[in-house]
């Protein structure tokens, strides 16, 4: 009778487990990281929510009062350079007027650094009583929001 030695299993090497260690570690002060940048990114992007709201709301204020000079002010440079504050006035005079109107959501973006508003507004016509939804484009130029249709 011959006997044969038995293989019993070994724990791995001790770099291999050190290398375990380190890479757990690694990736949980990865998660943690990622989680305040997350964080901090959100809440630098919610602070920009009520700035950008309250230049819709002065915007369609502005309109409504008949205040186009104001409202002119209140756009983008793209929009000023592509219309005058004469045409502005003369396209806003002509619309139906606005009897009331809610913002019912503003999303900011930031792509590459720069910040972009949607202002979502529900308004209702004066004279006929329609409700229209309408999605209101806003840029932070200069340090300010500015309404870009």
């Given amino acids: 009778?011959?006997?044969?030695?038995?293989?019993?299993?070994?724990s791995?090497?001790?770099?291999?487990?050190?290398?375990?260690?380190?890479?757990?570690?690694?990736l949980a002060v990865c998660c943690v990281l990622g989680s305040c940048v997350g964080f901090w990114f959100y809440r630098s992007l919610k602070r920009e929510v009520g700035p950008a709201r309250a230049v819709a709301v002065g915007y369609i204020d502005e309109v409504r009062a008949g205040d186009y000079s104001d409202a002119y002010g209140r756009l983008c440079d793209r929009v000023r350079t592509t219309m005058t504050q004469e045409d502005f006035s003369r396209v806003q005079a002509a619309q139906l007027k606005i009897s009331s109107y809610e913002v019912t959501g503003v999303y900011v973006n930031?792509?590459?650094?720069?910040?972009?508003?949607?202002?979502?507004?529900?308004?209702?016509?004066?004279?006929?009583?329609?409700?229209?939804?309408?999605t209101m484009g806003l840029?932070?130029?200069?340090?300010?929001?500015?309404?870009?249709?």
């Fill in 110 to 134: 930031n792509v590459n650094g720069r910040l972009t508003a949607t202002a979502t507004v529900t308004m209702v016509q004066e004279v006929t009583g329609a409700q229209a939804t309408q």
């Fill in 139 to 149: 840029v932070k130029e200069d340090d300010e929001w500015r309404v870009c249709q």
């Fill in 12 to 26: 791995p090497p001790r770099t291999a487990r050190r290398v375990l260690l380190v890479l757990a570690g690694v």
């Fill in 1 to 10: 009778m011959t006997y044969e030695p038995i293989m019993v299993p070994t």
